[in-house]
């Protein structure tokens, strides 16, 4: 089977991606926790109809660090980047968690660039919670690794409490492994841009054929919230994909794979 080639997107920060196949782009992002390495069980599949490309966000991975604090939407500046570096009007988006929100943002920003969003895991974003309730957030992701901790050392708690009840064999390891790779000092920043953007997305106004998709038992956006994206997006689909927690993808892999495909290729023209 071919592998996947690693490129680097040149500019600030250098933006580390791996490809695979032809056709239409399809670009995997990764939530608040991962790396490209997220979607390993995803490009093999998805690059036998699509030219799927999975990044390692700014800050994650072998992508660059960068200065000062995050600006939530210097992501979707990156992922427009890699549209660019690929030549590419538009892509399809498939993002977990944090991932989706990246996408949401990206579609307010430029939407001619959107072929489809599929929301994995996802939210909305932290708009509608209060300034409080985000700082108590912040606190408690934040604490463990400011009073000295490395990301290795809460990976294993973090991990368990993400996975569904019965997450395949292998799939807890990854998940301890993505999360034990982590740049402390980007992923402190990270969290406390992500949760600190509030601004609150149309999302009546999204005109991207829009698939929404959930884990059965992630209690971190749970299935509820997914409902109620899907009923807001304009005829937006929802999967709510059975035995799997809020990494969906990797404790499910098949039947993610098979949702998420058979919705790209009913948009494959886009």
């Known amino acids: ?77 990156d992922l427009r980047r890699v549209l660019d570096y690929f030549g590419a009007q ?7 968690s944090m991932g989706g929100v990246i996408a949401l943002d ?25 300034q409080a309730r985000r700082a108590e957030f912040i606190r408690l992701r934040q604490e463990p ?28 390891e990854q998940l301890v492994a993505s999360m034990s790779a982590l740049h402390k000092h980007s992923y402190l920043k990270t969290i406390a841009g992500t949760v600190n953007y509030s601004r609150n997305f149309d999302l009546e106004k999204i005109a991207a054929p829009t698939h929404v998709v959930v884990g059965e038992q992630d209690t971190l956006t749970p299935p509820a919230v997914s ?22 993808n990797i404790e499910q892999p098949e039947t993610f794979n098979r949702a998420v495909l058979d919705f790209l290729i009913g948009h494959r023209a886009g």
């Not at 690794?145 to 009840?165: C, F, M, N, T, Y």
């Not at 304009?234 to 927690?245: D, F, K, N, R, V």
């Open 145 to 172: 690794l400011l009073a000295g901790k490395e990301p290795r050392d809460i990976a294993p708690a973090v991990a368990q409490s993400l996975l569904g009840k019965n997450p395949r064999a292998g799939a807890y």
């Open 106 to 130: 990206f579609v307010s920003r430029y939407r001619d660039r959107v072929a489809t969003l599929t929301l994995c895991d996802s939210s909305a974003g932290f708009g509608s919670l209060s």
């Open 227 to 248: 409902r109620e994206m899907a009923r807001r997006i304009p005829s937006a689909q929802l999967t709510i994909i059975e035995g799997a927690g809020h990494l969906s």
């Open 1 to 77: 089977m071919e592998e996947a080639a690693k490129v680097m997107v040149t500019g600030a920060p250098r933006i580390a991606l791996e490809h695979l196949g032809t056709g239409p782009l399809a670009i995997f992002l990764h939530g608040i926790g991962g790396n490209r390495t997220n979607w390993r069980d995803q490009l093999p599949a998805f690059s036998q109809v699509f030219h799927a490309v999975a990044w390692d966000a700014r800050g994650y991975g072998d992508s660059d660090d960068y200065e000062g604090p995050l600006e939530f939407g210097d992501f979707a500046a």
């Open 90 to 96: 538009r892509a399809h988006l498939i993002g977990l």
